[in-house]
């Protein structure tokens, strides 16, 4: 999602008459910050007050989850610019106005020569900003925003406020041009992508979604992928719709943080784990071949041994390929951030990660053997020449393993067929096949 909003703020920036620099040089550095967990704040603040520090003449402006209220010490009063590196925060839906914001801090800037590419701060204008991608290849639309599910850890809610959900006329727009524009890769997005409306005051349709752009499949588009999910709106007619898709990706990631029911119950999470047994095994009766990841939140408020055990007992039964698993941390203004006289001390909570995560990779590092000596479709992300001069190519494959390869040449942007050949972790290491490796010598020949 980070991802996303900062090519959004990028093209605003540039179609502002600003031009993209090194950090060395910049005149204004834009942050773009997640409060999950304190720690990424923490390392947020550290950061830029070190950049401060060693640009004392740059200026410094904060978006993302950490901002409350938009604007700068004038106007606004947003806790963060009591911090003295910071000058002034916008909220993401505030993007697009973000050039007025900047003009009085910009005095010798011509803001009047691009001032008809300003927009007022809204999320629909938010939403129309077209971005600046870094891969043409892999792009990512944000198909709504917020959350109105107000789990008991998750500070969303009050940071990305309620959920807000863009036309799918527009959605199914910026996919197609996408397409046209060279994507192989479309990932929705959205706190919870399949609470999905055709806008906000419409019906769910999250599966006529995902439908509606695999026609693009005729256009060259060959994945979709959509994060995050929620199982309380994972429906049997979006694993239908799924499992019918020409561009459908084997891999799905459902969010289930915990493995008990009083443990879900604590976190508000609105369903129990016999409803996520049952959204799996329909997964995978529909869909055998597929990779599930999930999320999993160990040591939170109240978590007893005998809870955490169950929680083990469960990834084993269900079988997850990854989770990313973290560390109950609070949060101000959640709910859980007041079960104070429940926190598990820190040790205790590193403690079970460790047991839980040695679970987890047992699990899947064996899953994943069984792929070694396959044949697999890989999206290559990125290119780095070795010093033997060959390519070290590395990306995803369908099933959203990691995998790297080496080559004559880079195939970022590329699907090819690759032999895997090692495990090492999480991680293969791959060759092109054959035939394809005869076929680049008599080209070169």
Request: charged share 30%; hydrophobic share 35%.
């Amino acid at each position: 999602m980070n991802h996303s909003d900062s090519e959004r703020v990028a093209s605003v920036l540039e179609n502002a008459g600003f031009i993209k620099g090194s950090e060395e040089e910049a005149e204004l550095l834009v942050v773009n910050t997640c409060s999950v967990r304190q720690k990424s704040e923490d390392k947020a603040v550290g950061y830029m007050r070190q950049y401060k520090m060693d640009h004392p003449q740059s200026k410094i402006a904060v978006t993302g989850c950490m901002v409350r209220q938009t604007g700068d010490e004038t106007n606004s009063k947003d806790k963060l610019l009591k911090l003295d590196p910071i000058d002034f925060v916008f909220r993401i839906e505030d993007a697009a106005r973000v050039p007025k914001m900047l003009e009085p801090h910009f005095p010798k800037h011509d803001f009047e020569v691009f001032a008809d590419s300003f927009g007022s701060g809204s999320i629909e204008n938010y939403f129309r900003i077209n971005p600046k991608t870094q891969n043409k290849a892999q792009v990512y639309v944000p198909i709504m925003q917020g959350c109105d599910k107000f789990c008991t850890f998750c500070i969303v809610p009050y940071t990305r406020g309620r959920e807000i959900s863009r036309p799918l006329a527009d959605v199914v727009t910026e996919c197609k041009a996408h397409v046209e524009a060279g994507a192989k890769e479309i990932t929705l997005l959205g706190q919870n992508v399949n609470s999905y409306r055709d806008g906000t005051e419409g019906e769910k349709c999250f599966a006529r979604l995902l439908l509606e752009i695999d026609k693009f499949h005729e256009l060259g588009l060959s994945r979709v992928r959509f994060t995050s999910a929620h199982p309380q709106d994972f429906t049997d007619d979006v694993i239908d719709a799924l499992a019918s898709m020409k561009t459908h990706c084997p891999y799905i990631h459902l969010p289930v943080q915990h493995g008990c029911d009083e443990m879900l119950r604590s976190m508000n999470r609105n369903y129990k784990i016999e409803k996520y047994f049952d959204i799996i095994g329909k997964i995978r009766k529909a869909m055998p071949d597929t990779t599930l990841a999930t999320d999993i939140i160990v040591g939170f408020p109240g978590e007893t041994e005998e809870q955490f055990e169950r929680l083990c007992d469960f990834a084993r039964e269900i079988q997850f390929d990854f989770s990313y698993t973290a560390i109950y941390s609070p949060r101000k203004h959640t709910a859980a951030a007041r079960m104070e006289k429940e926190f598990i001390p820190r040790p205790g909570q590193r403690e079970r990660f460790a047991r839980f995560d040695d679970v987890i990779r047992e699990i899947a590092w064996k899953k994943r053997s069984k792929y070694v000596g396959k044949e697999v479709e890989v999206l290559v992300e990125k290119s780095e020449i070795m010093e033997n001069g060959l390519y070290k190519n590395t990306g995803r494959s369908r099933e959203f393993f990691e995998i790297w390869f080496e080559a004559g040449r880079p195939y970022v942007g590329k699907e090819v067929q690759v032999l895997l050949k090692k495990q090492k972790g999480y991680v293969f290491a791959g060759e092109l096949p054959e035939l394809e490796i005869k076929g680049m010598k008599m080209m070169g020949s």
